[in-house]
């Protein structure tokens, strides 16, 4: 997906932008908040591995998804992959189907329910790591060495989708 960034997001030159949007991050970061306060988590009867990022934008997310596909088929497993229903990751399919079954929904927990009834033995969500209803079974966090956190705030001040604290909830960095 082709997402446009302010400069200001990577810069780690003084910028007053970050500050005058400041106000819209911790409405933003409340509402996030909230919302992981109360959303139930569902948990799936097959093991769900979730590649995400809290970094907005190219991670190496769908690469990576690709070689634990691919890890997983030389162990005699049948994977999936999971994608959330977006016009934009239409790229992203085509490399996720040109490798191996792609279920896609508005609503990942209905994909992974269409996955299961395929008989495939573990979900491997592409973009996952924010969809709070979905209890993953291994999470895997993605940063690019270039952007690392950029400047460090969160939307609309910065690139991050959440604080750094969200780490706590993954199983792995990469």
Not at 120 to 127: M, Q, R, Y
Request: with cysteine; glycine share 6%.
């Amino acid at each position: 997906m082709k997402f446009y960034k302010p400069n200001f997001w990577e810069n780690k030159k003084f910028s007053i932008w970050p500050y005058i949007l400041f106000p819209f991050s911790i409405m933003y970061n409340l509402g996030y908040y909230l919302k992981s306060k109360y959303t139930k988590r569902e948990k799936f009867n097959i093991p769900i591995i979730c590649v995400g990022n809290i970094y907005l934008g190219g991670t190496g997310k769908t690469p990576l998804c690709l070689a634990i596909y691919k890890m997983l088929v030389s162990l005699n497993i049948n994977p999936a992959f999971i994608k959330k229903h977006h016009e934009e990751t239409v790229d992203e399919n085509m490399l996720l189907e040109n490798t191996g079954n792609l279920f896609v929904n508005k609503k990942r927990s209905e994909a992974i329910k269409s996955l299961i009834k395929s008989k495939a033995e573990v979900a491997i969500l592409d973009d996952g790591f924010q969809d709070l209803r979905i209890k993953s079974d291994i999470s895997i966090i993605c940063f690019n060495e270039r952007q690392f956190i950029g400047n460090g705030f969160l939307i609309p001040s910065g690139p991050l989708r959440e604080r750094l604290t969200a780490l706590k909830r993954c199983n792995y960095v990469f």
